[in-house]
């Protein structure tokens, strides 16, 4: 198993479960902000690079975490250029901005040089 399947499955899991806990927190998990539709989109996103991480042996981990971190990349600067209509979507606030900077900087470099 590669480091990019490692990280697939880590960081796939770690969204899976923040997404399920969100379902059951007030509108934030600790210090970041949470809706429905954030909560929906990390299941997703965690359950995709979970299967990215363990289908034939991580060989589609490369091209998922490659994508998904531009995602996050893409996620972060509408939130810190404060494009409402994503903010409103996914109740974004400065904490998921520099979270969602963190986690794309880290997944597109893992995609691409791991």
């Known amino acids: 198993m590669g480091f990019n399947a490692a990280w697939a499955k880590i960081i796939g899991i770690v969204l899976l479960l923040i997404g399920v806990l969100g379902f059951f927190m007030n509108g934030s998990v600790m210090m970041f902000a949470v809706n429905s539709t954030h909560n929906i989109i990390h299941i997703i996103s965690g359950l995709i690079l979970v299967w990215a991480g363990f289908a034939s042996g991580g060989q589609n981990s490369k091209t998922a975490n490659i994508i998904f971190g531009i995602v996050y990349l893409l996620v972060a600067i509408a939130g810190f250029v404060n494009m409402t ?4 979507l ?5 904490a998921d901005n520099w979270l969602h900077l963190l986690i794309g900087v880290i997944t597109t470099a893992v995609g691409l040089w791991a």
């Not at 996914?90 to 400065?94: E, F, G, T």
């Open 85 to 88: 209509s994503i903010i409103d």
């Open 90 to 94: 996914l109740a974004l606030n400065a």
